[in-house]
């Protein structure tokens, strides 16, 4: 089948007498290209389009119509199946709000993930501070950065701040999960921070809650796209 030139880019231009030549998806609503394809040879190499981290992600868990992953890393997303399709909500703020609050101990001394080691379940529910954790412009509810909420004269004190920052990451899913059973928790954070995977036990009770065995995720991905196309 021709494709007109005005429909792909110059990438793709570059493999136009290639037998695996295609247009990208994104410049050709039509095309059922998706993620990891072949783009042909350059120099004898085979060159792949570009794979992001997300698919990979999604690439590495078996979901199905009773899972919801979760993914929390330097992003976060939500993706889910849903009549065959996956569904992905992403641009949650997490290990980027958590490296901004890290800027901020670092210029003290401390380091906020060594203090998390100190944090417990009931210092996450009993936390009182509204926190805000969209401090980038990409993140889902962006509104002129983050902001702290509810400081009072006697409840400013460190673990009520980190309490209260880690259950407002666990909470902001809440408005976007659909009605399935379990919730696959995957991704650097919860697995180097145990007290993440505890509070999500606890504030989604309905839930069955599964820390992902591959903590690794996205590498994990990457190899299963490696098997599946070369």
Same mark, same amino acid.
């Given at each position: 089948?021709?494709?007109?030139?005005?429909?792909?880019?110059? *990438?793709s231009?570059?493999?136009?007498?290639?037998?695996?030549?295609?247009?990208?998806?994104?410049?050709n609503?039509?095309s @059922?290209?998706?993620?990891?394809?072949?783009?042909?040879?350059?120099?004898?190499? %085979?060159?792949?389009s570009s794979?992001?981290?997300?698919?990979c #992600?999604?690439?590495? /868990?078996?979901?199905?119509?009773?899972?919801?992953? *979760?993914?929390?890393?330097?992003?976060?997303?939500?993706f889910y199946?849903q009549?065959?399709?996956?569904?992905?909500?992403k641009?949650?703020?997490?290990?980027?709000?958590?490296?901004?609050?890290?800027?901020?101990?670092?210029?003290?001394?401390l380091?906020i993930?060594? %203090?998390?080691?100190?944090?417990k379940?009931?210092? #996450?529910?009993n936390?009182?501070?509204?926190i805000?954790?969209? #401090?980038?412009?990409q993140?889902i509810?962006? %509104?002129?950065?983050?902001? *702290?909420?509810? *400081?009072?004269e006697? @409840?400013?004190e460190?673990?009520?701040?980190?309490?209260s /920052? %880690?259950?407002?990451i #666990?909470?902001?899913?809440q408005?976007?999960?659909?009605?399935?059973? @379990?919730i /696959?928790?995957?991704?650097? /954070?919860?697995?180097?921070?145990k007290?993440?995977?505890q509070?999500?036990?606890?504030?989604y009770?309905?839930?069955?809650i599964?820390l992902?065995?591959?903590?690794y995720?996205?590498?994990?991905?990457?190899?299963?796209?490696?098997?599946?196309?070369l």
């Amino acid at each position: 089948m021709e494709v007109s030139k005005k429909n792909y880019c110059l *990438i793709s231009g570059l493999f136009e007498n290639d037998k695996f030549f295609h247009t990208h998806q994104h410049h050709n609503p039509e095309s @059922n290209i998706s993620w990891l394809k072949k783009l042909g040879k350059l120099n004898g190499i %085979l060159v792949f389009s570009s794979l992001g981290d997300t698919q990979c #992600v999604i690439k590495s /868990i078996d979901l199905n119509e009773k899972n919801i992953c *979760i993914n929390i890393g330097t992003g976060s997303q939500i993706f889910y199946k849903q009549n065959d399709k996956i569904i992905i909500h992403k641009y949650f703020p997490a290990g980027r709000a958590l490296n901004t609050y890290q800027q901020f101990f670092k210029s003290l001394g401390l380091d906020i993930f060594k %203090l998390y080691k100190n944090i417990k379940l009931s210092d #996450v529910i009993n936390s009182s501070l509204s926190i805000d954790n969209n #401090v980038f412009p990409q993140s889902i509810n962006y %509104l002129n950065g983050g902001r *702290i909420i509810n *400081i009072q004269e006697d @409840n400013f004190e460190y673990k009520n701040l980190l309490g209260s /920052i %880690l259950k407002s990451i #666990v909470l902001q899913y809440q408005i976007y999960l659909p009605n399935r059973k @379990n919730i /696959i928790l995957s991704g650097g /954070i919860p697995h180097k921070m145990k007290i993440v995977e505890q509070s999500f036990r606890y504030f989604y009770p309905n839930h069955k809650i599964i820390l992902n065995k591959e903590e690794y995720s996205t590498h994990l991905g990457m190899i299963k796209y490696i098997e599946q196309y070369l």
